[in-house]
Nanobody, 125 residues
């Protein structure tokens, strides 16, 4: 059973940066695809970033492309989401997710088997 624990959320002004961390345990981290999603109040969970288990490919939706970066440190079993140039519309609870290794980059929440508890990100204007 894979356990994911997010950290690094908080409050920041528009234009600022935050780095979210997601520590994984209970599985072989290097053979999981990892993803980040977010959910704002009253809205559906939204995909924001994903990588492949070989960490050789990433994908972002247009809403965050060029501002957000997913990366992983396999020695620490941790995946990161670096968020720059934050906007008020980025305000949401952010979740990391894991799925058994796939050659595809996984873009939907239904593709992932394991989820963290979420961390709140609030961006003020």
């Amino acid at each position: 059973q894979v356990r994911l624990v997010e950290s690094g959320g908080g409050s920041v002004q528009a234009g600022g940066s935050l780095r979210l961390s997601c520590a994984a345990s209970g599985g072989t981290f290097s053979i999981y695809n990892m993803g980040w999603f977010r959910q704002a109040p009253g809205k559906e969970r939204e995909f924001v970033a994903a990588d492949r288990w070989k960490a050789d490919s990433t994908y972002y939706p247009d809403s965050v492309k060029g501002r957000f970066t997913i990366s992983r440190d396999s020695a620490k079993n941790t995946v990161y989401l670096q968020m720059n140039s934050l906007k008020p519309e980025d305000t949401a609870v952010y979740y990391c997710a894991a799925a058994p290794a796939s050659w595809k980059i996984l873009l939907t929440s239904g593709d992932y088997n394991y989820w963290g508890q979420g961390t709140q990100v609030t961006v003020s204007s």
